[in-house]
T-cell receptor, first 117, second 108 residues
Framework: NAGVMQNPRHLVRRRGQEARLRCSPM?????VYWYRQLPEEGLKFMVY????????ESGMPKERFSAEFPKEGPSILRIQQVVRGDSAAYFC???????????????FGPGTRLTVL | GENVEQHPSTLSVQEGDSAVIKCTYS??????FPWYKQELGKGPQLIID?????GEKKDQRIAVTLNKTAKHFSLHITETQPEDSAVYFC???????FGQGTILTVHP
């Protein structure tokens, strides 16, 4: 039973380029969360999605960041026109809200480490 | 929104000793409190969690206690081993709000 998968594991971009981060949830999970971790800090919530629907994007920067979770395929976190401050580790987590009593448990992927030159 | 404070930021113990990490939270509506262990270069790994209808939960060497009145919860690791060395994060809520992390070092 594969866990949460993220790719790429490492991504290097130059300022102004686009970064696309992918997340495949754990089998049977329908909900995905994205978190950002700056060096030597805790994780910060960005966005919560289910297939074809954004449930909560209160942690997403207003510009350049977007997320989707299509009916087929992985969830995508997209960062346009990257800047050096976007350098961080981006983690995806998945859950199955309809599985009681542990529906709120989130399982994390290995992360994508983005470096902006 | 929720705010989680975690202490200490670093903790150094000898192998076999106990380690305790404490967290406080601000939102009295929060009812889910997981703890994650993160090793260098890896994603957070869930090690134990507790819900607000329970005051204490134990899994082998790891235990978590929750005081809803005081809005704090703690992680207890007994008989620590060098492989317990990692960064530990507490969290609260549905869209998890994380503490700042505790770097635990267990010396052989």
């Amino acid at each position: 039973n594969a866990g949460v998968m993220q790719n790429p594991r490492h991504l290097v971009r130059r300022r102004g380029q686009e970064a696309r981060l992918r997340c495949s949830p754990m089998k049977g999970h329908s909900h995905v969360y994205w978190y950002r971790q700056l060096p030597e800090e805790g994780l910060k919530f960005m966005v919560y999605l289910q297939k074809e629907n954004i449930i909560d994007e209160s942690g997403m920067p207003k510009e350049r960041f977007s997320a989707e979770f299509p009916k087929e395929g992985p969830s995508i976190l997209r960062i346009q026109q990257v800047v050096r401050g976007d350098s961080a580790a981006y983690f995806c987590a998945s859950s199955n809200p309809w599985r009681e009593p542990r529906g709120d448990t989130q399982y994390f992927g290995p992360g994508t480490r983005l470096t902006v030159l | 929104g929720e705010n989680v404070e975690q202490h200490p930021s670093t903790l150094s113990v000898q192998e076999g000793d106990s380690a305790v990490i404490k967290c406080t939270y601000s939102d009295s509506a929060s009812n889910y409190f997981p703890w994650y262990k993160q090793e260098l270069g890896k994603g957070p790994q869930l090690i134990i969690d507790i819900r607000s209808n329970v005051g204490e939960k134990k899994d082998q060497r790891i235990a978590v206690t929750l005081n809803k009145t005081a809005k704090h919860f703690s992680l207890h690791i007994t008989e620590t081993q060098p492989e317990d060395s990692a960064v530990y994060f507490c969290a609260a809520g549905g869209k998890l709000t994380f503490g700042q992390g505790t770097i635990l070092t267990v010396h052989p």
